[in-house]
Nanobody, 128 residues
Framework: QVRLVESGGGTVQPGGSLTLSCAAF????????IGWFRRAPGQDHEGISC????????YYADSVKDRFTIARDSAKKLVYLQMTDLKPEDTAVYYC?????????????????????WGEGTPVTVSS
């Protein structure tokens, strides 16, 4: 059974940092593009970052560019999302997802429809 598990969420003050991790059971993350999505209350999923197989490409939504960094740790079979300069509007449940080999961008947005496997999410709250 395939399972993705996110960790590292929590509550942080504006301007703070968090690093999320994505681990997989039953599937090798190295063989898939890995995306990070978030969903704020009452809103649809927003694709915020993605990394392709062999790190050939990365994607960042404008809303997180220059603040978030996606990276693989091949030795540990993990994918990280380093988040800095967090803002209240970053508050959401964050999900990692795996699918295909490349990050599929529609227009300027990371699409979620090619992602085959999803985690259950980890909440991030940015509040003073």
């Amino acid at each position: 059974q395939v399972r993705l598990v996110e960790s590292g969420g929590g509550t942080v003050q504006p301007g703070g940092s968090l690093t999320l991790s994505c681990a997989a059971f039953g599937v090798d993350l190295e063989k898939y593009a890995i995306g990070w999505f978030r969903r704020a209350p009452g809103q649809d999923h927003e694709g915020i970052s993605c990394i392709g197989v062999r790190n050939v490409s990365t994607y960042y939504a404008d809303s997180v560019k220059d603040r978030f960094t996606i990276a693989r740790d091949s030795a540990k079979k993990l994918v990280y999302l380093q988040m800095t300069d967090l803002k209240p509007e970053d508050t959401a449940v964050y999900y990692c997802a795996a699918g295909g080999e490349t990050c599929v961008i529609t227009g300027t947005r990371l699409t979620k429809y090619y992602m085959a496997y999803w985690g259950e999410g980890t909440p991030v709250t940015v509040s003073s």
